[in-house]
């Protein structure tokens, strides 16, 4: 496979202004596919050049040696040498659109997307619109979890039940809709005894001293709420105290503002009295590895309708720990319970019970923040068994050594890139197999995208007449010198040599010019000369020269 990567650098990086989950796993994603992709030809889909640049770049930095092609919008039909279009999204229903009219078929390429979020307006939206844009059933958006299948599913019935009802609408064309976990690289997550012992050492711990571990945003409205991780983590504290050990909590991350901070700082100090809690920026990787390579035991208790995977708890896998999660959206498909860890069991409210918070989102009386707040205010998780998970852990280095090699092992098996990349692939091939098999529409759409249709079609009322083959034109001045002179110097002014994309080239107009000295005649009979390629171009472009004054309508 030879799959074009729809490459804005921003999507691919975490060192942006702002660092969100789908920055990093699309950083993750790209080192991947530039390490272990099979393909012998890198193709990028760039609105920029420089953007094209960037990422040969990438390729090269990465010591691949393959040639590199970039997709601007201005030749975007080549894309279907490629074959298929991976966006780092689920939006894939505007670049459906796109395909049919730069080529003007839906299996020109096949086009691949991918969720992260969902709870979103943007991506509810542009799930929901998958049903109404021309995808294929050559088309796909990965879902990276099978409870955000679930929830991709439910939003695209909603939107069929609603087009049945309003416009009794039966027949829908849907992408694939595969699950594929997203990866990591499992060797960034070794640590050799030496390093954890410089590192325990940094962080004052001694033999006796348990070092729980939380990596990610501090968000306690958008990513996960941490007065649970507290009350359990106390509660066990105070059980292992009496045997003379004692709890550490590494938060390693970074809070939004000072507001959210001291949220964190204050709940704290009330729920965890008996826990040392010690901050670290997760933006440093200086941190991070020192968060890493000094815990015992990780936990995420994650309670946010934002999530949809969640990588870290695979990351402390990778990183030979235990892990306490919460029983909640991807972890249930990543973690095993009680063998790479514990699932703690969450509750929420049944369905029905929320329409006034989806009406405040969609009415824009709450902020998405808001929304995802006001939601994980009411999904619960089981703070007692939290405190049992962490008691086992916490009394047995043999059950922390044993799950622990448990999930390494799972880690490197089946979500390390070298893997996944195998199953994107594998995927993209299938994909490949499915559009090559179908039927070659023969039909053309006069509108392939109605929202941005032809603005002659658009607006055809607008104007007195139209441009038609059989018009009649013919030249303004008597002389051929003088409407040559004439446009020589109405093309170096600005208000018209702007609109360069429409202008034909020089022996074009030259061309048409030389046909009309022979008098008034038929439109199409100026461009008969011309290559039947551009003949539409240059037919469509006797009206600039009608708008200019060089050729006239004869009545």
């Given at each position: 496979?030879?799959?074009?990567?729809?490459y804005?650098?921003?999507?691919?990086?975490?060192?942006?202004?702002?660092?969100?989950?789908?920055?990093?796993?699309?950083?993750?994603?790209?080192?991947?596919?530039?390490?272990?992709?099979?393909?012998?030809?890198?193709?990028?889909?760039?609105?920029?050049?420089?953007?094209g640049?960037?990422?040969?770049?990438?390729?090269?930095?990465?010591?691949?040696?393959?040639?590199?092609r970039?997709?601007?919008?201005?030749?975007?039909?080549?894309?279907?040498?490629?074959?298929?279009?991976?966006?780092?999204?689920?939006?894939?229903?505007?670049?459906?659109?796109?395909?049919?009219?730069?080529?003007?078929?839906?299996?020109?390429?096949?086009?691949?997307?991918?969720?992260h979020?969902t709870?979103?307006?943007?991506?509810?939206?542009?799930?929901?619109?998958?049903?109404?844009s021309?995808?294929?059933?050559?088309?796909?958006?990965?879902?990276?979890?099978?409870?955000?299948?679930?929830?991709?599913n439910?939003?695209?019935?909603?939107?069929?039940?609603?087009?049945?009802?309003?416009?009794?609408?039966?027949?829908?064309?849907?992408?694939?809709?595969?699950?594929?976990?997203?990866?990591?690289?499992?060797?960034?997550?070794?640590?050799?005894?030496?390093?954890?012992?410089?590192?325990?050492?940094?962080?004052?711990?001694?033999?006796?001293?348990?070092?729980?571990?939380?990596?990610?945003?501090?968000?306690?409205?958008?990513?996960?709420?941490?007065?649970?991780?507290?009350?359990?983590?106390?509660?066990?504290?105070?059980l292992?105290?009496?045997?003379?050990?004692?709890?550490?909590?590494?938060?390693?991350?970074?809070?939004?503002?000072?507001?959210?901070?001291?949220?964190?700082?204050?709940?704290?100090?009330?729920?965890?009295?008996?826990?040392?809690?010690?901050?670290?920026?997760?933006?440093?990787?200086e941190?991070?590895?020192t968060?890493?390579?000094?815990?015992?035991?990780?936990?995420?208790?994650?309670?946010?309708i934002?999530?949809?995977?969640?990588?870290?708890?695979?990351?402390?896998?990778?990183?030979?720990?235990?892990?306490?999660?919460?029983?909640?959206?991807?972890?249930?498909?990543?973690?095993?319970?009680?063998?790479?860890?514990?699932?703690?069991?969450?509750?929420?409210?049944?369905?029905?019970?929320?329409?006034?918070?989806?009406?405040?989102?969609?009415?824009?009386?709450?902020?998405?923040?808001?929304?995802?707040?006001?939601?994980?205010?009411?999904?619960?998780?089981d703070i007692?068994?939290?405190?049992?998970?962490?008691?086992?852990?916490?009394?047995?280095?043999?059950?922390?050594q044993?799950?622990?090699?448990?999930?390494?092992?799972?880690?490197?098996?089946?979500?390390?890139?070298?893997?996944?990349?195998?199953?994107?692939?594998?995927?993209?091939a299938?994909?490949?197999?499915?559009?090559?098999?179908?039927?070659?529409?023969?039909?053309?759409?006069?509108?392939?995208?109605?929202?941005?249709?032809?603005?002659?079609?658009?607006?055809?009322?607008?104007?007195?007449?139209?441009l038609?083959?059989?018009?009649i034109?013919?030249l303004?001045?008597?002389?051929?010198?003088?409407?040559?002179?004439?446009?020589?110097?109405?093309?170096?002014?600005?208000?018209?040599?702007?609109?360069?994309?429409?202008?034909?080239?020089?022996?074009?107009?030259?061309?048409?010019?030389?046909?009309?000295?022979?008098?008034?005649?038929a439109?199409?009979?100026?461009?008969k000369?011309?290559?039947?390629?551009?003949?539409?171009f240059?037919?469509?472009?006797?009206?600039?020269?009608l708008?200019?004054?060089?050729?006239?309508?004869?009545?």
């Amino acid at each position: 496979m030879n799959p074009a990567i729809y490459y804005h650098p921003e999507a691919y990086t975490t060192s942006g202004p702002k660092l969100m989950g789908r920055n990093a796993a699309g950083e993750s994603f790209l080192r991947g596919f530039l390490s272990y992709s099979t393909t012998d030809l890198f193709w990028a889909q760039v609105q920029k050049p420089e953007h094209g640049q960037h990422f040969a770049s990438q390729v090269k930095a990465h010591k691949r040696t393959e040639p590199v092609r970039a997709v601007t919008p201005q030749n975007l039909g080549a894309l279907a040498q490629a074959g298929l279009v991976y966006y780092p999204g689920p939006g894939i229903g505007q670049h459906a659109f796109h395909r049919r009219l730069a080529s003007g078929s839906h299996a020109a390429w096949s086009l691949c997307g991918i969720t992260h979020t969902t709870s979103s307006a943007g991506a509810m939206d542009a799930v929901s619109e998958l049903i109404t844009s021309p995808v294929q059933p050559w088309d796909a958006v990965i879902c990276t979890s099978t409870a955000v299948k679930d929830n991709v599913n439910r939003l695209l019935q909603a939107q069929v039940n609603m087009l049945k009802e309003r416009l009794g609408i039966s027949k829908f064309v849907l992408p694939m809709l595969p699950v594929i976990p997203l990866g990591i690289h499992t060797q960034d997550f070794v640590y050799s005894e030496a390093q954890k012992l410089s590192v325990r050492k940094k962080l004052n711990a001694d033999d006796n001293t348990l070092i729980v571990l939380f990596m990610g945003r501090l968000s306690f409205h958008a990513k996960a709420h941490p007065l649970a991780m507290y009350q359990a983590l106390q509660k066990a504290a105070k059980l292992v105290k009496a045997k003379g050990k004692k709890v550490k909590l590494v938060e390693c991350g970074w809070h939004a503002n000072e507001y959210i901070e001291k949220a964190y700082q204050d709940a704290a100090r009330l729920a965890c009295p008996d826990v040392e809690v010690i901050t670290l920026d997760g933006r440093k990787a200086e941190d991070r590895e020192t968060a890493w390579a000094g815990a015992d035991v990780f936990c995420s208790l994650s309670d946010n309708i934002q999530e949809t995977f969640g990588i870290v708890p695979i990351e402390a896998m990778a990183a030979g720990l235990p892990v306490v999660v919460s029983d909640w959206d991807g972890y249930k498909d990543t973690v095993r319970h009680e063998v790479d860890g514990f699932r703690i069991a969450t509750h929420m409210p049944e369905a029905g019970l929320a329409s006034d918070l989806a009406l405040r989102h969609a009415l824009e009386v709450d902020t998405y923040d808001m929304y995802c707040g006001h939601t994980c205010s009411l999904i619960s998780v089981d703070i007692e068994a939290a405190a049992q998970a962490f008691v086992q852990l916490f009394e047995s280095p043999a059950m922390r050594q044993t799950m622990g090699a448990a999930g390494r092992q799972r880690a490197q098996q089946v979500y390390d890139w070298k893997v996944i990349i195998g199953q994107y692939e594998a995927l993209w091939a299938e994909q490949d197999r499915v559009r090559l098999a179908s039927p070659q529409e023969g039909q053309h759409l006069a509108n392939p995208w109605p929202a941005r249709m032809d603005p002659f079609h658009a607006f055809a009322n607008y104007p007195t007449q139209g441009l038609k083959p059989n018009t009649i034109l013919g030249l303004v001045d008597n002389s051929l010198d003088e409407t040559k002179q004439r446009l020589l110097s109405y093309q170096s002014l600005a208000m018209v040599s702007f609109a360069k994309w429409v202008i034909p080239a020089d022996e074009e107009i030259a061309e048409v010019l030389r046909q009309a000295t022979s008098g008034s005649q038929a439109a199409i009979d100026l461009v008969k000369n011309i290559d039947n390629a551009r003949k539409p171009f240059v037919f469509r472009a006797l009206a600039w020269l009608l708008k200019i004054g060089i050729l006239k309508i004869q009545a």
